[in-house]
């Protein structure tokens, strides 16, 4: 074979290999859950999110352990597991989980399910976090990085709206750590969105509603919601709104409007598809009854009432010993809520500065492993994610911080953010083993400590006995 065949047989296969790439690509999404905290007020764990997800999805994160134990949110010891429920999910066929843990020092098993209801699409036994099956290697919490771990799923299309990642620990000694879960998915066609918040802004007597407007209900920083379902309740409900600038919560209800057949009323229909309606009064519901309303901004509110009835006006109440919610009522004592107009999304912010903490370090070969965690800011960078690279990896190797230490000389170790923002590097140099551990020792050092040598006071070491000025007692 020539050389211009062999030359063209190889352009033809990285035409089609990148045809390819492009074609799974085109069809390929992905969404990072990091798990903050765990809010001990609200009784709910902090995700922070960034990528995409199917539109009107949510997901919720909970660990039984990391709920009651101090400031453990994170951990999954022996015997127990943490869920990330995902809702809204049917359709998207999960590629790949990555996850970002650490271990104990030299313990921690680890396993991992994905399930859709009651089937099983993908499951992962329990194992050493150190085996193949993993990272491959302990990973010390005490080295305060985390290192990325990715599951090949390759699952069915998820077909209910009770989807979940279970991550479980063995039953061996020993914990491991998560921070964050990386879904990468094939969402086929699915409308997607991002998963940060929203703008609102209030409408007032001289605001003007159009047709198409989505708006949210909300008064005393509380916006309407359906926890229970209006067939039992037959009042929505109220969840916190702390600020209205950045909505995120996937309970807040939101009401897109439309005109009435005749143009004197409006429709108020959810991010579900349900026309909101009324009954009688105290008598909320979900398409039946009176489902076009009459809506007059005002500066104390807005005069919501279903056209044509005496149920009485949209307003907010507190009931003692109850809880909090938008009903009909025909009192006037009773606030009116106001009408929030929604409005842009709010934008990822970017990387500006990713720095290690000294230009140069030296370590021993006898050390092995290094943990490495260079600050980047703002501390509002919404994707925090980092490439890591080592130009030399005869000397040493990085994954997310982890360096592992191979051999004598001298390596360069970048750290990249992901969005592109910012860029660091260390040089690290690592030297010939001294024989000495220098992280821990097999012998119990005493400490130094006053005794009682007479009528006098000396110090006790391992050395011998010393007096005030430091001579030999």
Same mark, same amino acid.
């Given at each position: 074979m020539d050389m211009n065949n062999l030359m063209n047989?190889?352009?033809?296969?990285?035409?089609?290999? @990148? &045809?390819?790439?492009?074609?799974?690509? @085109?069809?390929?999404a992905e969404v990072v859950y990091r798990i903050v905290e765990y809010n001990k007020q609200t009784a709910e764990f902090e995700i922070a999110a960034c990528g995409m997800v199917p539109?009107?999805?949510? $997901?919720? &994160?909970?660990?039984? &352990?990391?709920?009651?134990?101090?400031n453990r949110y994170n951990q999954i010891p022996r015997n127990r597991e943490a869920v990330l429920y995902l809702e809204g999910w049917q359709g998207c066929k999960v590629r790949s989980i990555t996850f970002s843990m650490c271990s104990n020092n030299k313990s921690g098993q680890v396993g991992v399910a994905l399930n859709d209801g009651g089937t099983t699409l993908y499951e992962s036994a329990p194992v050493d976090f150190a085996s193949s099956e993993w990272f491959g290697s302990w990973v010390s919490k005490d080295l305060g990085v985390y290192v990325d771990v990715t599951k090949q799923t390759d699952a069915p299309a998820i077909a209910t709206d009770d989807a979940t990642i279970v991550v479980a620990g063995g039953r061996s000694e020993g914990s491991v750590y998560l921070d964050a879960i990386t879904i990468d998915y094939d969402e086929d066609g699915i409308e997607l969105e991002s998963p940060l918040g929203w703008q609102y802004e209030k409408l007032t007597k001289k605001s003007t509603l159009n047709a198409g407007d989505e708006v949210m209900i909300y008064r005393n920083g509380a916006a309407a919601a359906d926890f229970d379902g209006m067939d039992e309740?037959?009042?929505?409900?109220?969840?916190? $709104?702390?600020?209205? @600038?950045?909505?995120?919560s996937p309970d807040v209800l939101r009401f897109k409007l439309d005109k009435s057949a005749d143009g004197a009323a409006w429709t108020f229909t959810d991010q579900f598809g349900r026309q909101l309606g009324a009954t009688g009064k105290q008598q909320l519901a979900w398409d039946e009854?009176?489902?076009?309303?009459?809506?007059?901004l005002g500066y104390d509110g807005a005069t919501i009432a279903p056209a044509g009835t005496d149920y009485g006006t949209l307003r907010y109440s507190t009931p003692d010993n109850n809880y909090a919610r938008f009903n009909l009522y025909t009192s006037k004592s009773l606030p009116l809520p106001f009408l929030y107009l929604k409005g842009e999304q709010k934008q990822p912010e970017q990387s500006r500065?990713?720095? &290690? @903490?000294?230009?140069?370090?030296t370590v021993s070969l006898d050390a092995a492993h290094i943990g490495l965690r260079p600050t980047l800011l703002p501390k509002t960078t919404t994707d925090k994610r980092l490439r890591w690279s080592s130009s030399n990896e005869s000397v040493a190797t990085v994954a997310g911080g982890f360096v592992t230490l191979l051999g004598v000389g001298e390596t360069t170790i970048t750290a990249a953010a992901f969005d592109g923002g910012a860029e660091a590097t260390i040089r690290l140099v690592v030297t010939e083993p001294t024989a000495v551990n220098g992280v821990t020792s097999g012998t119990k050092m005493q400490r130094p400590r006053k005794v009682l040598s007479g009528n006098k006071v000396v110090i006790q070491t391992e050395q011998g006995r010393y007096g005030v000025d430091a001579a030999m007692w």
């Amino acid at each position: 074979m020539d050389m211009n065949n062999l030359m063209n047989m190889v352009r033809k296969a990285m035409a089609v290999a @990148a &045809f390819l790439t492009l074609s799974v690509a @085109a069809d390929a999404a992905e969404v990072v859950y990091r798990i903050v905290e765990y809010n001990k007020q609200t009784a709910e764990f902090e995700i922070a999110a960034c990528g995409m997800v199917p539109r009107n999805s949510r $997901v919720y &994160f909970e660990n039984e &352990f990391g709920a009651t134990t101090g400031n453990r949110y994170n951990q999954i010891p022996r015997n127990r597991e943490a869920v990330l429920y995902l809702e809204g999910w049917q359709g998207c066929k999960v590629r790949s989980i990555t996850f970002s843990m650490c271990s104990n020092n030299k313990s921690g098993q680890v396993g991992v399910a994905l399930n859709d209801g009651g089937t099983t699409l993908y499951e992962s036994a329990p194992v050493d976090f150190a085996s193949s099956e993993w990272f491959g290697s302990w990973v010390s919490k005490d080295l305060g990085v985390y290192v990325d771990v990715t599951k090949q799923t390759d699952a069915p299309a998820i077909a209910t709206d009770d989807a979940t990642i279970v991550v479980a620990g063995g039953r061996s000694e020993g914990s491991v750590y998560l921070d964050a879960i990386t879904i990468d998915y094939d969402e086929d066609g699915i409308e997607l969105e991002s998963p940060l918040g929203w703008q609102y802004e209030k409408l007032t007597k001289k605001s003007t509603l159009n047709a198409g407007d989505e708006v949210m209900i909300y008064r005393n920083g509380a916006a309407a919601a359906d926890f229970d379902g209006m067939d039992e309740s037959h009042y929505l409900d109220a969840v916190a $709104v702390p600020l209205t @600038a950045d909505v995120t919560s996937p309970d807040v209800l939101r009401f897109k409007l439309d005109k009435s057949a005749d143009g004197a009323a409006w429709t108020f229909t959810d991010q579900f598809g349900r026309q909101l309606g009324a009954t009688g009064k105290q008598q909320l519901a979900w398409d039946e009854g009176a489902t076009e309303w009459t809506v007059d901004l005002g500066y104390d509110g807005a005069t919501i009432a279903p056209a044509g009835t005496d149920y009485g006006t949209l307003r907010y109440s507190t009931p003692d010993n109850n809880y909090a919610r938008f009903n009909l009522y025909t009192s006037k004592s009773l606030p009116l809520p106001f009408l929030y107009l929604k409005g842009e999304q709010k934008q990822p912010e970017q990387s500006r500065s990713l720095v &290690f @903490a000294e230009e140069e370090q030296t370590v021993s070969l006898d050390a092995a492993h290094i943990g490495l965690r260079p600050t980047l800011l703002p501390k509002t960078t919404t994707d925090k994610r980092l490439r890591w690279s080592s130009s030399n990896e005869s000397v040493a190797t990085v994954a997310g911080g982890f360096v592992t230490l191979l051999g004598v000389g001298e390596t360069t170790i970048t750290a990249a953010a992901f969005d592109g923002g910012a860029e660091a590097t260390i040089r690290l140099v690592v030297t010939e083993p001294t024989a000495v551990n220098g992280v821990t020792s097999g012998t119990k050092m005493q400490r130094p400590r006053k005794v009682l040598s007479g009528n006098k006071v000396v110090i006790q070491t391992e050395q011998g006995r010393y007096g005030v000025d430091a001579a030999m007692w």
